[in-house]
Nanobody
Framework: QVHLVESGGGLAQAGDSLRLSCTDSGRTSTFSTFRMGWFRQGLGKEREFVAAINWSSGSTNYANSVKGRFTISRDNAKSTVFLQMNSLKPEDASVYYC???????????????????WGQGTQVTVSS
């Protein structure tokens, strides 16, 4: 059973960096085949795509708002995906969610409906 646990959120100042982690604590044996994504949801806003990585190929996708500042990566051996966030801006403040797409439902990596497991979220606060 996939069980995603995020960590690494917190308070940062504009321009700072944070690194989020997401681990499948269930150590699912097929984790290496999942597409993994990061989404975020600000207060009163809809959940939006941030970044995704196709586990097997390592190809990545980024939202335009974070391209060049955020980097998604993975550690296969630890069933963990990371989101390195540099040059943080106040508008990056959100609850960040990790998601796993364990089967191909035909959705693009940017679509949250394509993911079937979600973590509980980790809060990122950025002060100006």
């Amino acid at each position: 059973q996939v069980h995603l646990v995020e960590s690494g959120g917190g308070l940062a100042q504009a321009g700072d960096s944070l690194r989020l982690s997401c681990t499948d604590s269930g150590r699912t044996s097929t984790f290496s085949t999942f597409r993994m994504g990061w989404f975020r949801q600000g207060l009163g806003k809809e959940r939006e795509f941030v970044a995704a990585i196709n586990w097997s190929s390592g190809s990545t996708n980024y939202a335009n708002s974070v391209k060049g500042r955020f980097t998604i990566s993975r550690d296969n051996a630890k069933s963990t995906v990371f989101l390195q966030m540099n040059s943080l801006k106040p508008e990056d403040a959100s609850v960040y969610y990790c998601a796993a797409a364990t089967v191909n439902r035909g959705y693009a990596a940017t679509v949250n409906r394509g993911y079937d497991y979600w973590g509980q979220g980790t809060q990122v606060t950025v002060s100006s």
